[in-house]
């Protein structure tokens, strides 16, 4: 192979006025960040290959461009009832946790986005309350800057 003489006459290194420091790249980091808005909603199958069953993703970025995905999944109700079965709670006191739990993390995702009032979803099965969430929340989260607390 026949070096590029051309190419190493020149500097190999260098930095001039025209040099730009890369963006950030990456997650975003632990705490609090400003001006960060969600870029996207979906409700697909967790893997891409189309397995793992549906789970309701948001894209979250950053002004330098870092990312956080939150994801939601299913409450499989009956491992939750066989779980609480097992550490001695109530079964159904668990269920309503889970999915009460589960629906305030999307109300809070939401709320910031929607008046409070308007964020009324129901589903008789995930996949139908899944659609639901991103069918309510539209575009409405476009160009909207929020403030996220991660741990």
Not at 8 to 29: C, V
Not at 89 to 114: M, W, Y
């Amino acid at each position: 192979m026949t070096p590029n003489t051309e190419f190493l006459s020149q500097s190999m290194y260098n930095i001039d006025n025209t040099t730009e420091a890369p963006k950030a790249s990456g997650p975003i980091p632990a705490g609090i960040t400003e001006n960060v808005q969600l870029v996207a909603v979906y409700f697909e199958a967790l893997r891409q290959d189309g397995s793992g069953g549906n789970v309701l993703k948001f894209n979250f970025e950053d002004s330098a461009g870092r990312k956080f995905r939150h994801t939601e999944f299913e409450v499989e109700v009956d491992r939750v009832r066989q779980n609480a079965a097992q550490w001695g709670k109530d079964p159904e006191a668990q269920v309503r946790n889970a999915l009460t739990g589960l629906a305030g993390r999307i109300k809070h995702i939401l709320s910031c986005f929607l008046p409070k009032d308007k964020v009324v979803i129901t589903g008789n099965t995930w996949d139908e309350f899944g659609g639901n969430v991103v069918s309510i929340l539209g575009q409405a989260f476009k160009g909207v800057d929020v403030r996220v607390k991660l741990i």
